[in-house]
């Protein structure tokens, strides 16, 4: 590893300030939070920047509160902070327990949801589950506010649509009804995880069909993917929706397309498609989101 760059960090007190900030230096400037990607990245002297903007010093950027019927995540929230938060673990049980299983307790005390959501790393459990909670945040640059859904934040492996002086304030994720189920499942035998799988439905009240379903797959290929066919086809009588399992996963993996990489090989990673849309089915069935 190399010995770091010499760099600046600036300590902005509001977002329009960060946005001016970030604005002002341009390319040699970039938005730092938890520190977990950015400065390994600059270690490595794959990335290079005279100036940092800690986001961290903007007070309130780290809520976690309940806000028109919707989880609202700061973006400078912790995945510790998620992972222990009393609200996320009443409202939204299935987001605390995937946040309880990023990486180890020191990165989840550091690194921050924005920070994983913006740097866009392929193998993120968050990017993976929030596409499936129909999840949207917020992004703030000096003139103007956009809300964007997950597909739209993140375009590819470490892409996202956000402009250089824009960045993530919020995390909007909407309560599920009672009738939702949900569930996230991830298989991992590195640092990160090899498939992420997260799969939403709304069952009737017998819990015998299947109304409505969100099912993604991650990790896999460079962004988070959904397919219309594998969620038409885990629509109806759960009885037939558990025949069609088989044909919803190679659906996805076919959406998915995923790559050969040291993880895996693609037929390896639709295989496991198939595994753990399986699994996800049978867990969300008996766990409210
Ligand atoms: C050893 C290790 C294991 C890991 N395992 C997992 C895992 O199992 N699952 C998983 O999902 N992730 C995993 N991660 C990734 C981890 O979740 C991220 O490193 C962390 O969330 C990044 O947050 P940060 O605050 O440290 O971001 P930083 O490193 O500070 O920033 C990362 C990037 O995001 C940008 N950025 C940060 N905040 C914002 C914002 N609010 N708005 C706009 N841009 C912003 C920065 O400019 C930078 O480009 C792992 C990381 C490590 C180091």
Redesign the pocket.
């Given at each position: 590893m190399m010995p770091l760059r010499r760099f600046q960090m600036h300590q902005p007190r509001s977002v329009t300030e960060a946005a001016e900030m970030l604005a002002h230096y341009g390319e040699k400037g970039?938005?730092?939070?938890?520190?977990?990607?950015?400065?390994?990245a600059m270690k490595h002297d794959l990335l290079r920047y005279e100036h940092l903007v800690d986001?961290k010093t903007v007070p309130g950027l780290n809520k976690i509160e309940i806000k028109n019927s919707s989880l609202c995540i700061g973006?400078?929230a912790t995945?510790r902070a998620i992972e222990k938060s009393s609200l996320v673990g009443k409202h939204l049980p299935v987001i605390a327990e995937m946040a309880r299983h990023?990486?180890?307790v020191r990165?989840r005390g550091?690194?921050?949801l924005?920070?994983?959501l913006?740097?866009a790393?392929p193998?993120?459990?968050?990017a993976t589950l929030l596409l499936a909670l129909e999840t949207r945040v917020q992004v703030q640059g000096r003139s103007k506010e956009r809300t964007l859904t997950m597909d739209e934040l993140i375009t590819g492996a470490y892409e996202t649509s956000?402009a250089e002086d824009e960045?993530?304030t919020l995390v909007e994720i909407p309560i599920p009804a009672k009738s939702q189920r949900a569930a996230y499942l991830k298989f991992?035998i590195k640092?990160?995880?090899t498939l992420g799988l997260a799969l939403v439905m709304d069952v009737d009240e017998a819990g015998d069909a299947i109304r409505k379903a969100r099912a993604v797959v991650g990790s896999v290929s460079p962004k988070p993917c959904r397919s219309d066919e594998a969620e038409a086809l885990l629509v109806g009588a759960k009885k037939e929706v558990e025949k069609q399992l088989a044909d919803a996963a190679l659906a996805l993996a076919d959406a998915a397309d995923p790559v050969d990489d040291l993880e895996g090989s693609t037929e390896y990673k639709r295989h496991l498609v198939g595994v753990f849309l399986r699994r996800a089915f049978n867990k969300a069935l008996s766990t409210p989101a």
């Amino acid at each position: 590893m190399m010995p770091l760059r010499r760099f600046q960090m600036h300590q902005p007190r509001s977002v329009t300030e960060a946005a001016e900030m970030l604005a002002h230096y341009g390319e040699k400037g970039r938005l730092y939070a938890g520190g977990t990607e950015l400065l390994l990245a600059m270690k490595h002297d794959l990335l290079r920047y005279e100036h940092l903007v800690d986001v961290k010093t903007v007070p309130g950027l780290n809520k976690i509160e309940i806000k028109n019927s919707s989880l609202c995540i700061g973006g400078t929230a912790t995945h510790r902070a998620i992972e222990k938060s009393s609200l996320v673990g009443k409202h939204l049980p299935v987001i605390a327990e995937m946040a309880r299983h990023v990486a180890n307790v020191r990165v989840r005390g550091t690194g921050t949801l924005g920070g994983n959501l913006c740097f866009a790393e392929p193998h993120s459990d968050p990017a993976t589950l929030l596409l499936a909670l129909e999840t949207r945040v917020q992004v703030q640059g000096r003139s103007k506010e956009r809300t964007l859904t997950m597909d739209e934040l993140i375009t590819g492996a470490y892409e996202t649509s956000l402009a250089e002086d824009e960045l993530l304030t919020l995390v909007e994720i909407p309560i599920p009804a009672k009738s939702q189920r949900a569930a996230y499942l991830k298989f991992q035998i590195k640092e990160r995880p090899t498939l992420g799988l997260a799969l939403v439905m709304d069952v009737d009240e017998a819990g015998d069909a299947i109304r409505k379903a969100r099912a993604v797959v991650g990790s896999v290929s460079p962004k988070p993917c959904r397919s219309d066919e594998a969620e038409a086809l885990l629509v109806g009588a759960k009885k037939e929706v558990e025949k069609q399992l088989a044909d919803a996963a190679l659906a996805l993996a076919d959406a998915a397309d995923p790559v050969d990489d040291l993880e895996g090989s693609t037929e390896y990673k639709r295989h496991l498609v198939g595994v753990f849309l399986r699994r996800a089915f049978n867990k969300a069935l008996s766990t409210p989101a």
